[in-house]
């Protein structure tokens, strides 16, 4: 589906108030209630917080939860995209060997890295009931929702020493 920028434009400038109004893992939680309901083709959106070696769910909107609340970045398309440093895009998750399965009707999926001053702090993942679904205006898109919510990333604190 081509996201047209007389949709992509506005949605932009309200995730941006989003993250001025809010902090943190609130802002996170309303940047993906209003993905997921600007876009029809959004069932499921969820932004993860890269600790470590893993990715931990930070804010989601769906019909349902996830139960994959924490992610080895060596597993999973999610994984992949921390991985890689690069976006990943599949039409059909069926036909990928990488694919966390999650929810059954679930039959393509987008994950995007968020960034800040060029370091992987986290991820926006979002999945579509369709084969197809996402396209490279969803990519871009959604490369630009990252740009504007890496400050809501917020790290989290190293481990104490042993």
């Given at each position: 589906m081509?996201?047209?920028?007389r949709?992509?434009?506005?949605?932009?400038?309200?995730?941006?108030?989003?993250v001025?109004?809010?902090?943190?893992?609130?802002?996170l939680?309303e940047?993906?209630?209003?993905?997921?309901?600007?876009?029809?083709?959004?069932?499921w959106?969820?932004?993860?917080?890269?600790e470590?070696t893993?990715?931990?769910l930070?804010?989601?909107d769906g019909a349902?939860?996830?139960e994959?609340?924490?992610?080895?970045?060596?597993?999973?398309?999610?994984?992949?995209?921390?991985r890689?440093?690069?976006?990943?895009?599949?039409?059909d998750?069926?036909?990928?060997p990488?694919y966390?399965?999650?929810?059954?009707?679930t039959?393509?999926?987008?994950?995007?890295?968020?960034?800040?001053?060029?370091?992987?702090?986290?991820?926006?993942?979002?999945d579509?009931?369709?084969?197809g679904?996402?396209d490279d205006?969803?990519r871009?898109?959604?490369?630009?929702?990252?740009?504007?919510i890496?400050?809501?990333?917020?790290?989290?604190?190293?481990?104490?020493?042993?």
């Amino acid at each position: 589906m081509t996201l047209p920028s007389r949709q992509t434009r506005p949605s932009l400038l309200q995730i941006e108030a989003i993250v001025l109004r809010l902090r943190g893992e609130a802002a996170l939680a309303e940047v993906c209630r209003f993905l997921r309901t600007e876009f029809s083709h959004f069932d499921w959106v969820g932004v993860y917080r890269l600790e470590g070696t893993e990715l931990a769910l930070s804010g989601w909107d769906g019909a349902q939860p996830t139960e994959h609340v924490r992610i080895p970045i060596d597993r999973g398309l999610c994984g992949r995209a921390v991985r890689e440093g690069a976006s990943v895009v599949v039409a059909d998750v069926r036909e990928s060997p990488e694919y966390l399965a999650c929810f059954v009707d679930t039959r393509s999926e987008i994950v995007v890295p968020v960034r800040v001053g060029g370091t992987i702090v986290g991820e926006i993942d979002v999945d579509g009931r369709t084969v197809g679904a996402f396209d490279d205006s969803d990519r871009r898109f959604l490369e630009e929702v990252a740009r504007r919510i890496g400050p809501s990333i917020v790290p989290a604190p190293p481990p104490p020493p042993a």
